[in-house]
């Protein structure tokens, strides 16, 4: 599945907060979104997604514009994986993970032994089956981050857009968001938009990446160009110093602030 953005722009009360955005991410690819607090990634992720409309330019699908879709097929194509910021419902794992199959069940029915076992698949990919009848509002913060992104692969999407999935998050489970992230993208070709305040997690997670200014520019492009002193700088009014480090024949690369531009 090919995802583009073509000339997208957005604004609130005359403020144009996203001006003339364009990029795409192809199947397989994960592209991270980066920017300063309040520069725009949470209104770009509902615009191209179809909860705002697009003051100019458009979403597309396989070359066909997402307005043409209906809904329930955009969401059997795209699955959106929210912050875990804690279930205000106490249900099990495997209930919130079932959730996810309403594209498929319908308004009416009730869940089905296929739809069980999909959901228990799902689970058990990413590692998460032991959680199955744990309850969701006794979970930890990465715990409950996994359980959504099984939610999200009940759907066999061909995209994920998760936001800023590995917040508030310690180091290990920060890293099992990423690991599972670069699993399905490799394993399952399953395409990722992801909304990341850490420069070096995009470095580390991504194809593309797409800086978003605080003029409502961006910059977009292969990860490993677009993420350099200079834009950051300019997006994030920080000079960096990006670092390599080569161990065990991998190169890490690492962005170390430095001082306020």
Known sequence: MKFEVRNGSFGYDKRKILNDISFEVESGEVLSVLGSNGVGK?????????????DNGKTYIDGKSIEEY?????????AYVPQ???A?????ALDMVLLGRSAHIGTFRQPGSEDIETAL??????????????????MSGGELQMVLIARA???????????EPESNLDFKNQL?????????????????????????????LSDKALMLNRDGTSFYGEAGEIINEQNMRVSFGVNVYVDRLKLNDLVYRSVIPLSLA
């Open 42 to 54: 949470t209104t770009l992720l509902k615009c191209m997604m179809g909860f705002l409309k697009w």
């Open 70 to 78: 209906s809904h329930r097929d955009v969401w059997k194509k795209i």
């Open 84 to 86: 875990a910021k804690g």
């Open 88 to 92: 205000a419902f106490a249900y099990s």
């Open 121 to 138: 698949k799902a689970m058990d990919d990413i590692g998460i089956l032991h959680l199955k009848d744990k309850l969701c509002t006794r």
């Open 153 to 163: 692969l009940t759907v066999s999407p061909m995209m994920l857009v998760l936001d």
């Open 176 to 204: 099992i968001i990423l690991d599972t992230i670069k699993k399905l993208s490799r394993e399952r070709n399953i395409s990722a938009i992801v909304n990341t305040h850490y420069p070096a997690h995009a470095l580390q």
